[in-house]
Every structure is written in structure tokens, then in C-alpha cells.
């Protein structure tokens, strides 16, 4: 069975560039795009920062009403401590008090997960973490030839679940470089190489939706990178997954690949 998981990390627009949330504060936009994926029959996971859940729950009941999953992505997206204890600890508080149950998962804000962080994970409670790319971005040369599927972590009861690495060039499956480098090259890239049973693929809300104010509040390079086909997020994700569904992909849910392989 070939799987495809689609993420979501819920954070603040461009977050670790600026800390601003006017994304969070237009509703109908978020409700289109949660409607085209629903129409693409795809399960999204959320990868929710705590303290959105206690400021913005209108964002989180949308999600829920497009019967989404949820796991945790630290409480403040604190690049400085992204996988420190209080990040741990206080997004599983967070989450228990907004959903009445804990989070399963955990990912890491920019993918920086540690040795000591995943004790820590281990130490509360959670099933898997999905902070890991083995690719060149973000953290580059850190993980890039750390394995790509599915793993339990030496000596702990912790399972990683990788975003899933495209081709030689070591590609994170992601709306960024999606968008970065045009969804008809990354669909060649893709087909280098035989892609794995299991995809792991990654996203944020500023993929489909631009607020001109916070790109603007970006330093130049980032504005860039960020800016290159700024408003081509859902045309080119219903491209690509439209193409995993030709290559006989089911969409799931990140608690399904957790299923599978514990």
C-alpha cells in the first residue's frame, strides 16, 4: 500500500522570520483552502503551536470542521528552545486543555529536534516525531543522510516519521519548494528515482495564502524566495496531488503511518 500523509504546520505568518498573525484573522480564506483539499478527498494532520489553540480557536474549530488530525508543534515555535521541556510540556498541556486528550505527536519548529528533546518527548507521553528532513533544508548536512522511512529511534519507545526526501537532489516534499522551484520540475524530480511507499509531506497556511503586509515585513532574500509564484500555492498543490493519486497513492492521516509501523 502506498501511502500520503499531507501537514499542515500551524504557526505564525512566516514564523521565525516575523511574528505576525494576520493569516489567522481571515477566516474565508482558510475556509477555502480547507474546502479545495476536502474536495481532493485529502487527510490533513495539523501541527498546531499551543498558544494558538488558546488565542485564535475560531482557526482551530475550521480545521476541525474539515475533520482534521491534530498533533503538537511546541507552544511558542521558539526557535531558540524548539524542543526544550516547557516547549514539550506546555503544548501538551495545551493541547489536553483545547482537546480533552494528548497529542501523539510531536514537530519540532524548523525541523530542530535533539537527542534531549526526543527523551523529553519520551518523558510526556508522545508516540512519534515528525521534526526530521533528511534533505539539504533546513538544517542542512544535520540530517541529510538520516533515514528517510518510518524508524523507532535508538533506545527509545519514540518513532520518527521523516518528510520524505524527493529525489537524488535530496528535495524536502513540500508546498515551499514546490512553489520555489515550479510543480512541473518538481514532478521530474520526483521521477528520478523509484518514490517510497510512504510520503511524508509538508506545508504551512502562507503556501496558499498571502498577506502582503507580512511578506513585506520579510528581509530581501527571504521576501524572495518567499515571493516566487506567491499566488500559484493551490493551483500547483492540486497539480501535485493529483499526480500522487496517479501514482496509486492513498491520502491518510500521520497516525495511520504510526499504525502501520509501531
Not at 535530496?170 to 508546498?175: F, T, V
Amino acid at each position: 500500500m502506498k501511502l500520503f500523509a499531507f501537514t499542515i504546520d500551524l504557526e505564525t505568518d512566516y514564523a521565525g522570520c516575523i511574528d505576525d498573525y494576520s493569516i489567522f484573522k481571515d477566516l474565508k480564506k482558510i475556509e477555502e483552502v480547507l474546502s479545495t483539499l476536502s474536495s481532493l478527498n485529502v487527510k490533513i494532520t495539523v501541527f498546531t503551536v499551543g498558544n494558538i489553540l488558546e488565542t485564535f480557536p475560531e482557526v482551530i474549530k475550521l480545521f476541525e470542521k474539515h475533520n482534521c488530525e491534530f498533533e503538537a508543534h511546541s507552544y511558542s515555535h521558539n526557535f531558540k528552545h524548539p524542543d526544550s521541556e516547557y516547549e514539550i510540556k506546555k503544548s501538551r498541556e495545551a493541547f489536553y486543555n483545547y482537546f480533552k486528550e494528548y497529542p501523539r505527536g510531536y514537530r519540532a519548529p524548523r525541523g530542530d529536534i535533539s537527542n534531549d528533546g526526543i527523551k523529553m518527548l519520551e518523558k510526556h507521553g508522545f508516540l512519534y516525531d515528525s521534526s526530521i528532513t533528511p534533505a539539504f533544508f533546513p538544517n542542512p548536512f544535520r540530517y541529510l543522510f538520516h533515514k528517510k522511512k518510518a524508524h523507532y529511534i535508538d533506545g527509545t519507545n519514540i518513532m520518527e516519521i521523516p518528510v520524505t526526501p524527493v529525489s537524488p537532489l535530496r528535495l524536502a516534499s513540500s508546498m515551499s519548494y514546490i512553489k520555489m522551484i515550479g510543480i512541473d520540475l518538481f514532478i521530474k524530480l520526483s521521477n528520478l528515482t523509484e518514490m517510497p511507499d510512504t510520503i511524508c509531506f509538508g506545508s504551512h497556511l502562507h503556501d496558499f495564502i498571502i498577506k502582503e503586509n507580512s511578506l513585506n515585513k520579510l528581509f530581501p532574500l527571504w521576501k524572495l524566495l518567499y515571493g516566487i509564484n506567491k499566488h500559484k500555492g493551490m493551483e500547483f498543490c492540486e497539480k501535485y496531488l493529483n499526480f500522487i493519486q496517479e501514482q496509486g497513492y492513498k491520502f491518510c492521516f500521520m497516525s495511520e503511518i504510526y499504525n502501520l509501523h509501531k
